[in-house]
């Protein structure tokens, strides 16, 4: 576990019977404390359906909540950001190694997509909501330049020679 979420990451596992097989929960924490602080909550439940002569059915249900908050150095202007993801699968796999490799393969794979998803669709479209409703640019900047555009653009359209 350290190798993905450092040594201060805590985790819990938690197994108990069902019909024809177990269920466990596995649970891990990353809090980061600091003028950039987050949390990364991950609740990951397996259902292991043993079956005689025929691979085992592997069912996880993954929640991801995260927390984030951002100050801008000196400022008094303060960005919090926080949601939760849950993604499902279902597999059937051999348990000749046991259940606890295919249980960890399943569990970082589920929790790597899910990264990748927090990562790429939702931060990438909360940074282009930030853009589109906050621009950098001062106003009369934007006016400046589109008066600088209107008139660049006239003045190739006059000098363009007329086809015929």
């Known amino acids: ?60 249900t993954t929640t991801v909540m995260t927390r984030m908050r951002h100050r801008d150095g000196d400022s008094q202007y303060e960005m919090n950001i926080g949601g939760s993801l849950m993604r499902q699968k279902e597999e059937d796999l051999h348990s000749d190694n046991g259940h606890v490799v295919n249980i960890g393969t399943l569990v970082e794979g589920m929790e790597n997509n899910i990264r990748q998803q927090i990562e790429g669709v939702y931060f990438g479209k909360t940074r282009d909501i930030v853009n589109g409703v906050r ?19 006239t003045g190739a359209l006059s000098k363009r020679k007329p086809q015929e």
């Not at 621009?135 to 653009?153: D, F, G, H, P, Y």
Request: charged fraction near 25%; charge should be negative; glycine fraction near 6%.
């Open 1 to 60: 576990m350290d190798m993905y979420y450092g040594e201060e990451a805590l985790s819990s596992v938690y197994v108990w019977d069902i019909d024809n097989g177990f269920a466990a929960a596995i649970l891990i924490k990353k809090t980061i404390i600091g003028e950039n602080s987050g949390s990364w909550d991950a609740i990951n439940i397996m259902e292991v359906t043993e079956r005689l002569g025929r691979p085992s059915h592997y069912k996880l």
């Open 135 to 153: 621009s950098l640019t001062k106003l009369s900047e934007k006016k400046t330049m589109s008066r600088v555009m209107n008139a660049e653009l």
